[in-house]
């Protein structure tokens, strides 16, 4: 898939594309369903697939206060998009000017003339344009009229409630990957850099790996089973703390991980870890033997919920 960067509202020259528009957080499962409906179009049509998506998100420029923090990063973002089978990701810098321009305006300026849109897809409560003035409606009457059709795509439900990637980032902060997993379809991950740690996990015979992640957003602080995958694309099981180290006197969140099985060296590599189940709360034990009792614990029961060290962790 090829990414694009729109900096200037000029014609691209693309042949007439099924545009599917959004912000796109964490593609979830209400995200598919508008990027498999554009791919179906544009496969129709003979023309190219293309995500249409916004960088910074608008909230950064409209609301930096209340801005939600991201659940994909951009490249993860087209990673996701380019499995649906989406052709293209334009990426529209959002500004004060973009954010100015009326809801006629950004079709034609945008949809119509950058893109050269043939079909546009969007959610049933799509809103753009200057204060969020035009909704899914407006766009098809505007689409009529600049030569674009418009197709409002009816919202994914789960539990009779609109998957959004708020509900997302609303389960991941109670902790409850599971139910992020049904908003998402697949496990919440989060790409990392492996760093060097204090040597703590070695020395009290459960080596971990350390990890600085690249993702804004992680779950509650508890204990998850998952999967690492490694460099090499094998995913392993693994037993993920997130947490201060309470038993050993507190400190700075860290997120760290045991590999079940696992011997080899990690440090330096990149590494993709996700989030199958919660196992429990982060605690504080009395003494060492206490917590490494209860890590073996963790892991028993991870080997229980894991598939094994060549399972697809997502």
């Known amino acids: 898939m090829e990414r694009v960067r729109i900096g200037n509202l000029s014609p691209l020259g693309w042949p007439p594309s099924a545009v599917a528009v959004g912000n796109f957080d964490g593609v979830h499962r209400g995200h598919q369903a508008l990027?498999?409906?554009?791919?179906?179009?544009?496969?129709?049509?003979?023309g190219p697939a293309v995500v249409l998506t916004f960088?910074?998100?608008?909230?950064?420029?409209?609301?930096?206060?209340?801005?939600?923090?991201?659940?994909?990063?951009?490249?993860?973002k087209e990673e996701l998009l380019a499995e649906l089978g989406v052709d293209r990701l334009a990426v529209l810098l959002f500004d004060a000017a973009l954010a100015r321009l009326s809801p006629e305006a950004f079709a034609r300026a945008v949809l119509r003339d950058t893109l050269g849109a043939g079909d546009v897809?969007?959610?049933?409560?799509?809103r753009f344009g200057h204060r969020r003035e035009g909704d899914a409606r407006s766009l098809v009457e505007l689409g009529a009229r600049l030569?674009?059709?418009?197709?409002a795509v009816p919202a994914v439900l789960e539990d009779g409630s609109p998957v959004s990637s708020s509900r997302v980032r609303f389960e991941l902060g109670?902790?409850?990957?599971?139910?992020?997993?049904?908003l998402l379809g697949r496990p919440y991950f989060v790409d990392a850099a492996v760093v060097r740690g204090d040597g703590r996990g070695r020395r009290i015979g459960v080596p971990t790996a350390n990890l600085a992640?690249?993702?804004?957003?992680?779950?509650?602080?508890?204990?998850?089973?998952?999967?690492?995958?490694?460099?090499?694309?094998?995913?392993?099981p693994a037993v993920v703390n997130l947490g201060r180290r309470p038993t050993f006197?507190?400190?700075?969140?860290?997120?760290e991980a045991h590999l079940l099985d696992f011997a080899g060296e990690l440090y330096g590599a990149r590494v993709r870890l996700s989030f199958h189940e919660r196992l429990r709360d982060e605690q504080r034990f009395s003494s060492q033997e206490a917590l490494?009792?209860?890590?073996?614990?963790?892991?028993?029961?991870?080997?229980?919920?894991?598939?094994?060290?060549?399972?697809?962790?997502?």
């Open 249 to 255: 006197g507190g400190g700075e969140l860290a997120l």
């Open 174 to 182: 109670r902790g409850h990957v599971g139910a992020a997993t049904a």
């Open 121 to 126: 897809v969007v959610g049933e409560s799509f």
């Open 147 to 151: 030569g674009f059709a418009v197709h």
């Open 55 to 76: 960088d910074p998100h608008p909230a950064r420029v409209l609301r930096p206060r209340d801005a939600p923090a991201a659940l994909t990063t951009l490249a993860q």
């Open 213 to 236: 992640p690249d993702n804004e957003i992680l779950p509650a602080p508890g204990v998850y089973a998952g999967y690492c995958r490694l460099p090499a694309g094998e995913w392993w």
């Open 35 to 46: 990027v498999k409906a554009a791919v179906a179009r544009a496969r129709a049509s003979g």
């Open 292 to 314: 490494v009792a209860r890590i073996r614990e963790d892991v028993a029961r991870a080997r229980g919920l894991l598939s094994g060290p060549r399972g697809d962790g997502v």
